[in-house]
């Protein structure tokens, strides 16, 4: 089992800059990658960033070159600097730790943390 706490959500205007942090405690030798995703009202779940353990990064087309995820999935935190917000990333989000357990690759969600981009 893995354990995963968000921080760091809020209101902030467009232009604005946020942070998220997530921390991870439990099983924590399993996990392979970790990321964040995001979740819009009446929207389905959608991949922001994701960082592996030996350090590969990948984004969703709609956030690069405004956010940066950076971490040591080794230390148990994964952040997710968030620039030049816009409206639409008003979202929900979800922290994710995908982890191998033997044959099975179980995936583990934070209780999320509420982003809003508004004047």
């Known amino acids: 089992q893995v354990q995963l706490v968000e921080s760091g959500g809020g209101l902030v205007q467009p232009g604005g800059s946020l942070r998220l942090s997530c921390a991870a405690s439990?099983?924590?030798?399993?996990?392979?990658?970790m990321g964040w995703y995001r979740q819009a009202p009446g929207k389905q779940r959608d991949l922001v960033a994701t960082i592996t353990k030996g350090g590969n990064i990948n984004y969703a087309d709609s956030v690069k070159g405004r956010f940066t995820i950076s971490g040591d999935i080794t230390k148990n935190t994964v952040s997710l600097l968030m620039n030049s917000l816009k409206p639409e990333d008003t979202a929900v989000y979800y922290c994710?730790?995908?982890?191998?357990?033997?044959?099975?690759?179980?995936?583990?969600w934070g209780q999320g943390t509420q982003v809003t981009v508004s004047s």
């Open positions: 994710n730790a995908d982890c191998l357990v033997g044959i099975s690759t179980p995936t583990y």
């Open positions: 439990g099983s924590i030798s399993s996990i392979y990658r």
